[in-house]
């Protein structure tokens, strides 16, 4: 039986510091579909409830919720979820495409996530011009 | 030569099972969202009364219902793999995943207060 010759594992440079790799769009978006996640977990979930419960408990109470979201402090939490709801959507949607084999290439990926950044910060600035 | 190669150590074979139902759950959130929309739309927004009455709606009861269970599914998915990923530490994560438990089980509580409560 010949010798099988072993490949030499070469220490090889390890550099993963996350914030110095230019990440490409799609990791971009893929993170901030993480992250916008998190941010709905965290506070979209409760605040939701919250904010449901309270409109619809009585017209006061409705009256003390809109004025309360009429705070820029709450206004600012509302624009924050609006942004964490839309990215995480059409991140969503893209990855529902991506599933059944549409756009999967390099060039029509990096296109939609584009389209995914800008088209979920438009539509948050439509929010905010809503909001103010 | 290994002939019967055994993944069972390495996979707990939910990992179908949450793809799927992560999608399935993103769709009925979906379809709600564009339902919630429509109806915002449909009466030009909301006072207390138009508010109140489309909640009055038995069918709408059920949907939203329907769309808080998806979306509690959906996150405890997705926190679960974030907490898989990032907290490494065994105990840490099940305390962690343990106490998200506990949170969605309270808002599933809270949801059902909210429209079934009076």
């Known amino acids: ?132 | 030569m290994v002939t019967n190669v055994s993944y069972e150590a390495v996979s707990a074979h939910y990992g179908w099972r949450d793809w799927l139902s992560q999608r399935l759950t993103a769709v009925v959130m979906l379809l709600y969202t564009l339902l919630v929309f429509g109806i915002v739309l449909w009466h030009g927004g909301l006072d207390y009364t138009v508010w109140k009455s489309v909640f009055a709606n038995p069918a709408f009861k059920l949907a939203t219902f329907l769309f808080m269970i998806a979306m509690f599914f959906h996150a405890w998915v997705g926190v679960r793999n974030i907490a898989m990923d990032y907290v490494k530490p065994t105990g840490w994560r099940l305390t962690l995943q343990f106490i998200v438990i506990c949170v969605l089980i309270a808002y599933t509580g809270w949801t059902i207060q909210i429209l079934w409560g009076g």
């Open chain 1, 1 to 132: 039986m010949a010798a099988i010759e072993r490949p030499v594992i070469k220490p090889r440079p390890v550099y993963l510091n996350l914030f110095e790799i230019r990440q490409p769009l799609p990791a971009i978006v893929s993170i901030l579909h993480r992250i916008s996640g998190a941010l709905l977990f965290v506070v979209g979930i409760p605040v939701v409830l919250w904010g449901v419960q309270r409109s619809l408990a009585s017209p006061e109470t409705f009256a003390q919720w809109k004025s309360t979201m009429s705070e820029p402090l709450w206004k600012f939490v509302a624009l924050a979820l609006a942004w964490g709801y839309l990215h995480h959507l059409l991140a969503g949607l893209r990855h529902l495409a991506l599933d059944v084999h549409v756009g999967v290439d390099l060039e029509p990926a990096r296109r939609s996530s584009a389209v995914v950044l800008i088209l979920s910060l438009l539509l948050t600035v439509l929010v905010a011009v809503r909001l103010w």
